[in-house]
């Protein structure tokens, strides 16, 4: 077995500066790469067996037992660690009160048609269009892992799922929710339509019916929009529209908020019956 632990004390090391360099998208994009930080974020990521590349631990954080278990994974698995101290970690690490793990993970995105191979009868897919802030999609994320979701797809034009907001917005569910990123609103339409899946789109519009109304127990996709603007055009043009009703002076609902509501409506329907 080789020797997969090293102690780095330089912050100009490569692996430090690679790690720092992940705080950018252009960088995530290039290497292919994102950074999981934490000790709750890396039991998640060990445990959904994502590819990881290497880790960086500090030696204080070495010593807790949580941390142990994960470096243990990480052994069996023959990943790099490089142990490093807290000053060192401090160059790599994206959180002001880091816990001394992190995960440099190789980023994945599941085609479309592998959602279609997903082997699931009546799927119901969360459809985010042009979504951009990271704190709503990390939560999205997240509730839809919680309600029981098939999957998540983000239009191109949507915040990087692999941003370190989103990655800790969404507590792990990002390593156990399939996620499509950066799929053209064509593909989507023509994927839906091949399948006979139908579209529901949040909208505020005299044709849509409150999202009670709506039947959520065949194969559906919910799309929802933009903070500012809402759903595009050709998607609106594509779906039947639903809305959240209010009855009090608020003007509207995040749309972490909204989808949350929407998607315990599909959880009570296909799942819960007539139990309330």
């Known amino acids: 077995m080789k020797d997969i632990e090293e102690r780095i004390t330089s912050p100009t090391n490569a692996k430090i500066k690679l790690a720092a360099s992940l705080k950018q998208r252009k960088q995530r994009e290039k290497a292919g790469l994102f950074v999981a930080e934490g000790m709750r974020l890396a039991e998640m990521a ?33 990943t790099p660690i490089a142990i490093v101290s807290a000053s060192v970690y401090a160059k790599a690490s994206g959180t002001e009160h880091p816990q001394g793990i992190l ?3 190789e980023k994945k995105s599941f085609p479309l048609q592998e959602f279609a191979a997903s082997g699931v009868t009546n799927p119901c897919y969360a459809v ?21 979701l098939d999957g998540v797809i983000l239009l191109k034009g949507c915040v990087d799922a692999f941003s370190p907001k989103v990655v800790r917005a969404s507590m792990g569910s990002l390593f156990h929710l399939p996620v499509a990123v950066d799929v053209p609103t064509q593909s989507l339409l023509s ?19 409150t999202h009670f109304a709506a039947d ?4 559906v996709a919910i799309a929802f929009g ?3 603007n809402g759903v595009s055009a050709p998607i609106l043009a594509a ?19 909204s989808s949350a509501v929407v998607f315990y409506e599909v959880l009570r329907q296909r799942h819960l019956g007539s139990i309330t």
């Open 216 to 219: 959520y127990k065949g194969a």
């Open 128 to 148: 985010l269009d042009g979504v951009q802030d990271p704190g709503n999609l990390g939560t999205i994320l997240r509730t839809a892992d919680a309600a029981g």
């Open 239 to 257: 779906s039947d529209k639903i809305y959240v009703p209010m009855f009090g002076q608020a003007e509207s609902l995040n749309v972490a908020i």
């Open 103 to 105: 995960l440099v993970l």
């Open 46 to 78: 060990v445990t959904a067996q994502w590819r990881i590349s290497f880790a960086l631990v500090t030696e204080r954080a070495r010593e807790q037992p949580r941390v142990q278990a994960i470096l243990a994974h990480l052994r069996r698995r023959q």
């Open 191 to 209: 994927f839906l339509e091949e399948r006979k899946i139908r579209l529901y789109a949040t909208a505020l519009d005299q044709a849509a019916k």
């Open 226 to 228: 933009n903070e500012g």
